[in-house]
């Protein structure tokens, strides 16, 4: 939001000069005003320091702002003051530019989703219903049901995280442990295994390979998973894993078919909602090509049996459309679908555990194994 220099007189006649940060001359004027300045001379400056960038907000912040605002529009505040008394309790400056943003194209006569989509820090999703409570008027009951969904996306993310937490922990550690041992200990005790001259067991000639290897290659090899890792954070891309296959298409279609739910409760239309919530699919062209089906004429549950979701889906989506209750028939099977996911998550986790304590376990053990029994065999010799 831009600065403004100003010259006026203040109650008692004494001359004023400063700053006033404002979105046109004219609200500065009346911001001076309402602290009883009256007002000389008024001009643009430059914005003091630094420009504070505007960033996509997170979910949680999605969800903060939705309820919020919510919230004050509910209690009869207007919604620029709303934004001005939620933009000062907030401590992030990069979410207080966000504020800002939003805040200065409502006071500049832009309706509240054109400002939520030019400030760049809302999903398109939160803009989107907002512009058809607009429309129709609901918007404190649009923004409620924006504020469900992220957090449903919230905890879902949450809860993937917790899931894989201890499984890359003991993949950092057994590796770290691993690599420490074939990098320093190993070959401290090769060389002792080379003056014997003494035949070595195939564990322990495999062993003294993989350590001359992690010598020679480990350096590399690690520079090429990192940037492999990093390339694919820049893209957005992630490993594929064959056993979370089934866990992700369940989460997935939960996802989308509550999101699809929200914006249909919201107004938005099937058509459109389908085309919104695709941006939630890894494979979105399956609901944009829904979305083309319903737009020909097609029933829902038409369009995605032609594109080969499941029966049980299918069904539940015809009943409802055939009753009347497409949202909550999509509701429904979001909802079995996230506790058929939980419940895989959970199983999965427990199982993720022991697998992994136990191939740490065979790792160290193969190790210890290989340097022991080249020992053994010089005691026999000795004897």
Not at 47 to 58: A, D, F, I, N, Y
Not at 90 to 103: C, E, W
Not at 274 to 288: F, G, T, Y
Request: glycine share 8%; proline share 4%.
């Amino acid at each position: 939001m831009p600065y403004f220099n100003y010259t006026g007189y203040d109650p008692e006649g004494k001359l004023k000069k400063g700053v006033v940060e404002a979105s046109s001359s004219t609200q500065a004027i009346d911001r001076l005003t309402e602290k009883a300045i009256i007002v000389v001379d008024v001009a643009q400056a430059s914005e003091k320091g630094k420009s504070r960038k505007v960033v996509p907000l997170s979910l949680e912040g999605h969800i903060m702002f939705c309820r919020s605002i919510a919230s004050y529009l509910r209690s009869g505040l207007p919604l620029a003051e709303a934004l001005k008394v939620l933009g000062k309790q907030t401590i992030d400056k990069r979410v207080g530019a966000a504020y800002s943003s939003v805040l200065e194209g409502i006071e500049g006569g832009k309706k509240f989703h054109m400002a939520l989509s030019e400030s760049g820090a809302f999903k398109e999703t939160l803009w989107r219903i907002v512009e058809s409570g607009e429309q129709s008027g609901s918007l404190i009951q649009g923004l409620e049901q924006a504020a469900n969904q992220f957090k449903l996306e919230d905890r879902l993310l949450k809860r993937i995280k917790k899931a894989l937490t201890y499984p890359i922990a003991m993949v950092i550690i057994g590796t770290g442990v691993v690599a420490f041992l074939l990098s320093y200990v190993v070959p401290k005790i090769s060389v002792l295994f080379d003056e014997v001259g003494q035949a070595l067991p195939l564990p322990t000639r495999i062993l003294i390979a993989l350590s001359d290897f992690v010598a020679n290659w480990g350096l590399t090899v690690l520079l090429i998973v990192v940037l492999t890792l990093y390339i694919m954070k820049r893209r957005k891309k992630r490993f594929p894993l064959p056993f979370m296959k089934g866990l992700r298409g369940r989460l997935t279609l939960s996802l989308v078919m509550t999101h699809i739910a929200t914006l249909l409760n919201s107004g938005i239309p099937l058509v459109q909602a389908l085309k919104m919530a695709s941006v939630m699919d890894p494979n979105p062209a399956r609901w944009i090509e829904a979305s083309d089906l319903v737009k020909a004429g097609h029933r829902l549950d038409r369009a995605l049996e032609k594109l080969g979701f499941t029966e049980d889906v299918i069904y539940v989506i015809r009943v409802g459309e055939m009753g009347g209750e497409l949202t909550t028939s999509l509701l429904n099977v979001g909802e079995t679908n996230w506790e058929i996911a939980e419940s895989q998550m959970d199983r999965l986790a427990t199982l993720i555990e022991p697998v992994m304590t136990l191939a740490l376990g065979f790792s160290v053990g193969f190790i210890v194994i290989a340097i022991l029994l080249p020992v053994f065999n010089l005691s026999g010799l000795v004897k």
